[in-house]
């Protein structure tokens, strides 16, 4: 049985204060996190497979989800729908990720979207209705639908820049001659998604205490952007704090709470924010491709201009009638819906997958329960020690990523420990899921293996020294270059790539060649993994990107010029130049 982290289920709680030690993941981190254990599950499995080969060796998994050409053909509509082209659906336990599909549409919005798409409206009339309807519903001053989180992020930098005047919305992201130009954002805000504040052409200042913050602010400051959180909720940059600082200083806040709860009335504006943001396809179970703002109307009002239908730096990110009011349902329905019901079927839904699992010699489960507001869904963690099951955590997320029905769940990649594990998380399940997703983990960890070799077959050559790498990106060429040192099986250096150079691990097995590098800047990574295959001076195979998915190397022994010259050293400084 289910080994509980607290004794009570925690229901969202819809407002008050956040328990700090219990707070949640937040998207930031979530994303952070995804990196390393949620992302290869979701968009191929390579760099998953490839870190933990880098670390442990294993046979490589079966890879799908690629679409199946032989079954691709007409869109049929219906149950079966994605595979009428090809393309295998994903059972849901691992959270709101928009590559996924975010969440699944409550009936009342596709209800409230099927109705509008039948009929035209004036959309500035619309857009005012519908404000005013979310500023009834959830105590704010305002509120505004946008094409997701990310562009109402967008939209409210570019209101923030212009102040609602036409004449410097049409010249972003060219802000000569503007007077607000500048954003301010403690060092733990800056993440992927602060490309949409920087779209505007804004100049972000990074800070680190409230000195700095202070001392930021000036009149080129058009706002300060941060993203929800621990450290939005508690320490020297806690929004409290900031809001005290940028009050004195008539300085909005933006609040990123993309993938939080929706909490009546909204903590982030009761504790100083100006605009708050959410994404609508997430906890709020809204359209995909909405967003949620909430706050200051002159603001607001003036994000809604620099919005489509409106042309400008934001006709870009257009939003429709359905979408509009789809999202106006799913806030209509949030605050009708029972969330302490929602909170014991999630955990009804664990507690099956655990009985089923903990049959299992040697596996246990527990349940977490957070009370943070972001990522906010009870999560089951299933245990087992790997050397007795032959398999990791993350290599059995890979298998039921990989496999029919598929499914997708955290995994843990470490395999050379005592204990390993998965992670189910239960909000954006279906009905009935739980006794696939029980069934499909009881049959991949009870299943006989061999143990696992830990011998690694010997190099066939020796890949020290330069490599000058031809890249092949999906429209363009990059030339970079490695710089290889190994240590028998073991390689270590670094890679030039077209901006920086960063250090470099890798593995050699055979004439098999596997590289990692990272290339880092602030609040984004992007992660090499070359898998190739060496020739003689020739190495060559995919790049595995992640999220930005892949790409083709060769790479060739640097060759040194041959020519020998004496090199003489001056005696003193030159007479002529």
């Known amino acids: 049985m289910i080994d509980k982290l607290h004794d009570r289920p925690a229901a969202p709680k819809l407002g008050g204060e956040v328990d700090r030690a219990k707070a949640g993941v937040t998207r930031r981190e979530l994303f952070q996190i995804g990196n390393v254990l949620a992302m290869p599950v979701l968009l191929g499995g390579v760099k998953a497979h490839a870190e933990a080969t880098l670390q442990t060796g294993p046979a490589a998994p079966k890879l799908g989800g690629e679409v199946d050409r032989a079954k691709a053909g007409p869109l049929k509509p219906g149950p079966e729908i994605y595979q009428s082209i090809g393309v295998e659906p994903v059972i849901n336990c691992r959270g709101t990720f928009t590559i996924i599909g975010g969440s699944v549409e409550r009936p009342e919005v596709r209800a409230a979207m099927d109705a509008a798409s039948r009929y035209f409206v004036q959309m500035d009339e619309l857009a005012d209705a519908v404000g005013q309807r979310l500023a009834e519903l959830t105590g704010a001053q305002w509120g505004m639908v946008s094409a997701g989180c990310a562009a109402g992020l967008k939209h409210v930098t570019a209101a923030c820049v212009t102040g609602g005047n036409p004449e410097r919305l049409t010249r972003i992201p060219d802000l000569t001659g503007f007077d607000k130009t500048e954003v301010v954002s403690p060092r733990y805000s800056r993440n992927v998604y602060d490309a949409a504040v920087r779209n ?108 489509a239908p409106h042309h400008g730096p934001g006709r870009d990110n257009k939003v429709g009638r359905e979408e509009t009011l789809g999202m106006l349902a799913a806030v209509e329905a949030w605050v009708k819906r029972d969330h302490d019901a929602d909170w014991k079927m999630w955990l009804s839904w664990l507690d099956n997958i655990s009985r089923r699992v903990s049959t299992i010699a040697g596996v246990k489960t527990s349940v977490r329960e957070p009370t943070g507001l972001s990522n906010k869904s009870p999560s089951l963690t299933i245990t087992w020690d790997p050397s007795k099951l032959h398999i990791t955590g993350d290599e059995v997320a890979e298998e039921l990523a990989r496999t029919k029905p598929r499914i997708a769940l955290g995994g843990d990649a470490r395999g050379n420990e005592a204990t390993t594990s998965i992670s189910v998380t239960a909000w954006m399940m279906q009905p009935g899921d739980d006794k696939v997703v029980a069934d499909r983990i009881y049959d991949v960890l009870s299943a006989r293996r061999s143990p696992r070799s830990t011998n690694m077959t010997k190099p066939s050559a020796n890949v020290s020294g330069r490599w000058d790498v031809d890249i092949e990106f999906f429209s363009s060429r990059s030339r970079h270059a490695l710089f290889l040192e190994q240590d028998g099986n073991w390689l270590q250096g670094s890679h030039q790539g077209d901006f920086t150079v960063r250090d470099m691990v890798g593995m050699i097995e055979g004439n098999d060649v596997k590289l990692r590098s990272v290339e880092r800047r602030p609040g984004v990574s992007v992660t090499f993994i070359f898998s190739g295959t060496v020739s003689g001076d020739t190495i060559s195979g995919p790049i595995h990107m992640g999220e930005y998915l892949n790409a083709k190397f060769t790479a060739k022994r640097h060759t040194y010029s041959t020519e020998r010259t004496r090199i003489v050293v001056p005696k003193g400084p030159p007479l002529a130049t």
């Open 200 to 307: 505007i052409g804004v100049k972000i200042i990074t800070v680190d205490t409230p000195e700095e913050l202070e001392n930021a602010l000036s009149p080129r400051t058009a706002m300060i952007y941060l993203t929800s959180g621990s450290d939005a909720s508690s320490g020297p940059l806690s929004l409290e704090n900031v809001a005290k600082i940028a009050r004195a200083k008539k300085v909005p806040i933006l609040v990123d709470a993309a993938a939080e709860v929706l909490t009546i009335p909204n903590v982030h504006l009761q504790k100083g924010a100006t605009i708050v943001a959410y994404s609508g396809g997430k906890a709020i179970c809204g359209p995909q491709c909405a967003g949620l703002l909430l706050g200051r109307k002159d603001l607001l009002m003036s994000a809604w201009q620099a919005s």
